[in-house]
């Protein structure tokens, strides 16, 4: 499967071709358009893996739909162009050994030989790291695609590094993150408007988000009409 | 009349027409489109092409007044439409070209601009019953929400309806439903006020897509809306 990436980094869409009896799964309502070869299936479950019932509802709490859409190409050279509902960016991730800890609405597509499944990763940080409960854990060898909310930027992280909550995409689950303060003191940290920040350790990719859905969506809602 | 000389900036996100017009050139646009001019232009709002033409924009999705702008010396004017997005170019020798609700932008003089009635198959595409159509020979200026990418159709291609933007007229359309799709666009639009739909264009020719649609956005601000409170 080629993957290229249109439109970065405001309205991206990405532009999958695929050979003969090759398949992609991608988000419900993602397709925005396609060439008629291709082989369009709804299922609540990823190609091949496990799931079914089980795994949709999980999916549906990591903030995705509970079915998959499967698109199989039943001749070569066939086109399908992607996208997310909301403005952003869309990276791809080339997933070869581990997994990729993806945040709830992020994940976008993946290819054949990636399972995705929804992981949970404690109370603590689902309270209070800005992010959801559930998370989607995709694990195997092929191509992720990862969508957000502005721009996505990569970091390596050697160590130690610092997001704050609601800037997170994915990361290698190499990573680990703990919640803590921003600065030295929580007064400072809070009175800073910076709150908890989410502590990675260790070594692996991570993607951020340049904005951060939340504080848009409270600087919007004052200002319109009460529902 | 010459074609129009002009660029397109600031494309894909924030795409503006600056169009540099000859003395005694025209440019017509829809209302409010303009955003800035030299004073050596004169603007003058009418219904362009009678009162037929103006009805047909007006179930078009369009505006039923065009704002007609003349050069009584050589100047420079921009266009910018309402929501942020992508703008595009097309050049019109006696095809049509066939619009989605709210795209037209501008067009260029020997060009008309005016609803074409789709019948059933507007009613079954939720876009509504109409397109607009422009037909002549010219330019002819449209944008959307999202950028807009282009498809070569060769033999054919689906895009899912609320993603068209414009298509050329050697093109036949027909809006289904995928038999894959079904269940979860089903679903979907039960709980979540998707469509599903989709066009499916047959034949050779160009189709022009956005990549976001307003509505995914305007479902996402929602929860946000402070909630009323019953208290007379």
Redesign the interface.
Known sequence: MQIEI??RP????ARLSLASGESVTCE??A??????EL????AARSRGGSGGLIAGMKRMFAGE???L??FTARAPGQTL?I?P???GDIVHHRLESGSLIVQGSSWLASGIGVDIDATFQGLGRALFSGEGVFWVKCTGRGDVLLSSFGAIYEVDVKGGYVVDSGHIVAFEDTLQFTLGKAGKSWIGSFLGGEGLVCKFQGEGKLYCQSHN?PSF??L???K???? | MSALDHDITHR??YAMLRVRLQKGQQVFAEPSAMATMEPDIELKAGLRGGLKASLGRAFGGESFIVNTFTARNAGEITFAPGPA??LVHYTLRGQRLFLQRGAFVANSAGVNVTGSWQGAKGFFSGEGLVLLQASGEGDVFFSSY??I?E?DVR??????TG?VVAFEDTLQYQVTV????????K??SFF?G?EGLVC?FSGQGK?W?Q???IN??LS??????????NSS
């Open positions: 249109l439109a405001a309205a991206s869409a419900v309502g397709m925005i358009a396609m060439t008629p082989e369009v299936e709804t739909n509970f079915f859409n499967h162009l996208g509902g909301l403005l859905p969506g409270k919007l809602g004052p319109l009409r009460p529902r | 894909p996100d997005g992508d999202g950028a990418l498809l033999d054919a291609y689906i895009v899912d993603y995928l038999p894959g799709l079904r269940v979860g666009s679903i979907k979540f998707g499916r189709v897509i990549t976001r649609t995914p956005f996402w601000v929602y929860p946000f809306r402070p909630v009323k409170r």
